[in-house]
């Protein structure tokens, strides 16, 4: 089959790849030349497109051009897009077969202030949480540490941890010249979760879960992600992953993170990505998370898979090596890192990349390499790259109010001209 996946840029899309690159033709949409999931002899096609956090209407025309002249099977979201193509869902289902849930549903999942009144709603845990609209409110907070949080933000860009007074200060000044406490936007003060974060991934057919795979994290990477896991068992998360299912009638891929105490079984959700996420470990464990996507997308039927082996351990390549320069390491921290990494010490110890695996896809070797001698010279770029590589996926505030607004009549009507670059 034809499979267009919506970016290529994020770890969700090349950890996608793994289990659909060998059984379909994929071509990938990106802003940027230089997107990792280029990088693929997994990949037929990258074609260049708008930005869709920065241009979303120029995005969903140039999207629906392709579907046009591609003759796709299947448009698979990745990230953040899912967003956009639960909007206009019905129109896209014209040109391929798509499975995401109502746009009420997604907009009431991703938000994070409507996450906690969903969980409110079906009685589910979550840390004690606040929510705020103005300086006065944020300033209310008195117990430390906490973390402030915009209610639309990937990869922890709107993600603040305050430790006291002065950093929540220092806080409301940043949110208040990014016209954050203007009384409109949504502002969560949270208290920090108890246990041990996981995240449960599970690919859902109108409202029934028909497979999940659970990650703990072994360490936190860019934005709070984590970067290294292990697979777990995950009882604990089960009902509340069927209860949301059952209450959105949810229909393709969701992620929910959480945290858990194993002594005293505590749970704690923490947010939602309502797509395709941490399949890699999932692969890894025998379980393909991104074709059962494609089946449900299709509308096939499908026998309930065997379940994933538990323990195998993963982490996701030269993300460590970026994380570890965000918090400040020099080269020769970042040198004896490729080491241990090489020689499969410390956290690489049996542990498989997500990322960048010779044996199963050469080419993704290229931009591990690119990245890692990249920061050894130059240990603050890293900065830049997260930046730029973020923003071709990312959904924040000002993306979500253009595309909850705009006419995109003319683009289903009228046959778009530009065809884009290709490789």
Not at 11 to 33: F, M, T, Y
Not at 95 to 106: D, H, K
Not at 200 to 208: D, L, P, S
Not at 258 to 280: K, M
């Amino acid at each position: 089959m034809k499979i267009l996946l919506t970016e290529g840029s994020s770890a969700s899309c090349r950890q996608a790849l793994w289990g659909l690159g060998r059984n379909h033709e994929v071509d990938i949409l990106d802003p940027s030349p230089l997107c990792q999931c280029r990088f693929s002899r997994l990949v037929r096609r990258w074609y260049r497109c708008p930005s869709f956090s920065r241009e979303p209407r120029a995005y969903l025309a140039f999207l629906v051009d392709r579907l046009r002249r591609g003759h796709y099977d299947v448009l698979l979201p990745t990230h953040e897009q899912v967003y956009l193509l639960a909007r206009f869902q019905e129109e896209l289902r014209q040109y391929a077969a798509l499975a995401v849930p109502s746009f009420e549903a997604i907009e009431l999942m991703m938000g994070k202030a409507s996450f906690i009144r969903v969980l409110d709603q079906l009685g589910l845990p979550y840390p004690a949480t606040r929510i705020v609209r103005d300086r006065p409110g944020l300033l209310e907070a008195t117990t430390f540490p906490c973390f402030v949080k915009l209610a639309f933000s990937t990869a922890g860009e709107g993600v603040r941890a305050i430790g006291d007074r002065q950093q929540l200060e220092r806080c409301a000044d940043e949110f208040q010249a990014a016209g954050w406490l203007d009384g409109n936007a949504e502002i969560l003060v949270q208290a920090p979760a108890v246990g041990r974060k996981r995240a449960a991934t599970a690919i859902a057919r109108h409202g029934r879960i028909l497979a999940s795979h659970c990650v703990e994290t072994r360490a936190v990477g860019v934005g709070g992600s984590g970067m290294a896991e292990v697979g777990v068992d995950h009882q604990e998360i089960i009902q509340p992953l069927q209860r949301i299912a059952e209450h959105f009638q949810w229909h393709g891929a969701i992620c929910i993170e959480y945290f858990f105490e194993p002594e005293t079984g505590r749970v704690e959700l923490l947010e939602c990505n309502p797509r395709i996420a941490q399949s890699g470990n999932a692969w890894l464990s025998g379980l393909n998370l991104a074709e059962l996507l494609v089946d449900v997308s299709l509308d096939r039927p499908v026998e309930p898979p065997a379940p994933a082996r538990l323990g195998v351990r993963s982490h996701q390549g030269f993300l460590v090596l970026m994380a570890a320069a965000l918090n400040g390491a020099g080269r020769g921290e970042l040198l004896r890192e490729i080491i241990r990494a090489r020689r499969g010490k410390g956290l690489y110890r049996d542990s498989e990349n997500e990322l960048s695996r010779l044996g199963d896809d050469w080419l993704s070797v290229v931009p591990a390499t690119a990245v890692s001698a990249l920061l050894v010279a130059y240990p603050k770029a890293a900065q830049t790259l997260v930046r730029r590589t973020v923003l071709n996926y990312s959904l924040h505030q000002t993306a979500v109010e253009a595309m909850r607004t705009f006419d995109p009549s003319d683009i289903f009507s009228q046959p778009s001209e530009a065809s884009g670059t290709s490789t």
